[in-house]
């Protein structure tokens, strides 16, 4: 017991590390449960790891809002949009395999990825306009559609919104990351919303996991504030490369094997 909860809250903490400054922290904190406690149902697992991840996205929003200040008439819309989502994504799960979405997220992230390292200065400048009904139904859409993609599978949730935030608003990677958390958190909270009624929560692991996730967002928060947007825009490529990699081997060589 003792060991498991170490090995866990060891990656819990790096999860949170790397999700504070660019998202994908599930990459991280999923696969450790899976390893850790094999014989746990995987609702189960995803709702610990819901637990633990809303509590250091809460840590980093707060972190991020003390010295990024952003445009919360767009801001609360998108969350609220992503909420209602989340819940109608989790609610598709059974409806949709996951053998569809992958192909699809894996093309998402390559374009993804290609865009960022050939516009050099992309999410470089902060230089968002006027914030009007266009906008807003914008990022009414962006939270919706992220929020429902977040309920119905997941990986890539905080780099896709960053994406969006810096390709529609013209945000630097800054405060697209401090943007994409509070949109984030209320996904989470969709998410918890189900799993803890329904019992699917180990609260011996989630626990001291929060702890840790936050401490580590705590520390990613840090890093993202010091290093500035250029920094951040290396990581966000390292995490979407990551990604790529992830589902192409889930595609190719895992299931051949």
Sequence with gaps: MLLTLGFVCTLAFMAGLIDAAVGGGGLIQIPALFTALPNMSPATLFGTNKLA?????????????RKVRLPWRLILPAAAAAFIMSFAGAAAVSLIPKDVMRPLVLALLLVMAVYTLWKKDFGARHSPGPIGRREMLVGVAIGGAIGFYDGLFGPGTGSFLMFLFIRFFSFDFLHASASAKVVNLTTNVAALAFFIPAGHVLYQYAVPMALCNMLGAMAGTWIALKKGARFVRILFLMLTSSLICKLAWDMFFAAAG
């Design 53 to 65: 991840s809303a509590v250091g996205t809460l840590s980093a929003a707060r972190s991020y809002l």
